[in-house]
């Protein structure tokens, strides 16, 4: 090749003529395409399509050049469809081993041979519906039949594919539900890509098809976008947990476990192993108080008067390892959920319901088996003297916590029962914030799904909740000394020492909220392990969390180490019981971060419901004040919230509140305030 050649190459836009203007070692510039952009590419690129004639010497000027070609004299020597048939079947009958030449091929299907033929047929051999022919190393095949058949079927198996290709495009573009079963594999296996990409479980979209589809359903390869797309097509809930998706949780029972649990359901009623040492507690009246809408009742209280003028306290835990044996089935599965898990929109249990809420709770008027820790309080608060059996109960009142707080206030010369527990409790807290324990009591705001409506929720402080509290953490406190006495492992519950805000700078800050985060800011995570610690912010010197065993495994297994020593069999040690925990810890994180990104979407839906709204809130303290990024309580709401901040807020300044942006689907919340 040299200078002025007529060359062909395929460019970004497809087969394209050049002229060539100099040549420098294995780098050509050339002028390319009917614009004759300058573009330099390598020499191997190029097909030779029509030498300059004659001599010369370079450089060349273009408008020197011979054929200073246009498209419209292109099109009129391009090859017609029935010579090149015919040519086809000349050279398909006796094929030359290496082909025929550019310049031989223009002769047989132009009928002579000029620079704009052979440039017309240089540029129909690199069609791509071309398929008579095949150009290799600058010469001309002519396909076998065998060959044709097979490309044409590609051909159409692809025009097929572009079709379904299109079609899903489609429906995608046209956002409306749809149904799977109509779907091709491929569409299923992207459909399936999409969802794994809206619950997290992958980081990206690699597959090119799927991400021109979305392009084509002008949706942004991100999660967000991707949920609100599934949502149109009917394949995602709007109120779907991601990170639920494919937990422990989201799988249910088996049709097994479900099987055992209705035989446990059966043999409720009949006599269980150790169930002769139970002592008959049921002639005591007995209170349980929930929440008007708890299912599992798992605690109770009852107060004893004394023969000598005192009163004993008891609190009563329900006793699911009663049923439910250890290394069974569903102990397992209890084991591998860790802990029921609680929604805005109810509870998903660590054991079946029909357990959980029947035989394993502790309900009104019928004879439950129970665990019952007996206390007696010394005038200062502490334990006097105490007592852990198995025992019989027969619950007397079901009470809300407004009803408990009803009795409690008033105090019935009928029903005294509950003012005196809240007494006794009363000077056990007052022990308690004597060695140290922190009282945050304060309003707490919630938000529930209530027929797919979000709705707040705040609960108050109240006698009967403060009561209710104090009562499992004195009986968390017995168990954990129990077992210390008796060197028996449990799941203790520590929390480090925390160093707080000096005294003075406490009150210098408004009571209520803005000193809670003062002090909650100071406070190390609390911890389980099988090695004893003080518990700071209670104030307990050992502490073991044992009154839930319905909704908390650990509970479970404290229970059944305190059953060991009654029984004779082998407790856990102290490097078992570790293993234990380390085995559950991992899934109970899972669980409180599946509700807290539970809670926090129910909490922007509420805020989609309510964007056009203020609220008054105090100021807290700064996140990132950098970003002016601090943390407000919204007062009317009864919960804390991150919000844009103006720069020079201190704690308890006065603010105004309002959404900036919301979008629950997309896990987005920004709030302003002024």
Known sequence: MQPGDLVGLIGSKGPELALIEAINGSRVRLRAGWDARSQSVPLRQLDLVAPLPGVHEPPVRLDQSPWLLEPSVLASASPGRRDLGAAWLLLVEAPPEEGVSLAEFTELVAGG??????AACWCWLHQPEQHLFRWRQGRVHPRSLRDLRQLRHD???QALEHRRVQQWHDLLRQRTPLETSDLAPAQVEQLQQLLAFAGGEIEALSDPELRRGLQQAQCAAEPGPVRRLLVDLGQWQPHALPSLR?????????????????????QAEQDQPGDETRRDLTALRSYTIDDADTEEIDDAVSLEPLAGGGLRLWVHIADPGRLVAS?????????????SLYLASGVVPMFPLA???????????????????????????????????????????????GDADALIDMAPPEEPDLAQLQGLLERRRRWREARGALSMEQSEGRILCRDEHAELEITDPSPARALVAEAMILTGSVVAAHAVDLGLAMPFRGQPVSELPPESELQSLPEGPVRHAALRRCLSRGCTSAAVSPHFSLGLPSYVQATSPIRRYADLVAQRQLAATLTGDQPLDAARM????????????????????????????????HRGERWPAVFLRWLRQQDRLALVHLESLAMDQAVRAPELCQPGDALTVQVQQVDSLSDLLRLEAR
Request: proline share 5%.
């Open 327 to 339: 290394g069974s089935p569903l102990d397992l599965e209890a084991r591998r959920r860790g802990t």
């Open 246 to 266: 494919s937990s422990v949780w989201d799988q249910g029972f088996t049709p097994a476990l479900l099987e055992d649990a209705e035989g446990l359901l059966a």
């Open 578 to 609: 570790g293993e234990l925990l380390e085995e559950l810890d991992p899934v109970i994180r899972e669980g409180i971060q599946i509700s807290r990104e539970d809670q926090r979407h129910w909490q922007q839906v509420w805020f989609e419901q």
């Open 155 to 157: 051909r159409h198996r």
């Open 355 to 401: 357990l959980a809420v029947g035989p394993f709770s502790l309900r009104q008027g019928q004879r439950c088996a129970a665990w019952s820790c007996a206390v007696e309080l010394a005038e200062d608060g502490s334990v006097a003297r105490h007592e852990l059996l198995r025992s019989w109960i027969r619950p007397t009142y079901r009470l809300t916590y």
């Open 113 to 118: 041979d000029s620079p704009a033929a052979r």
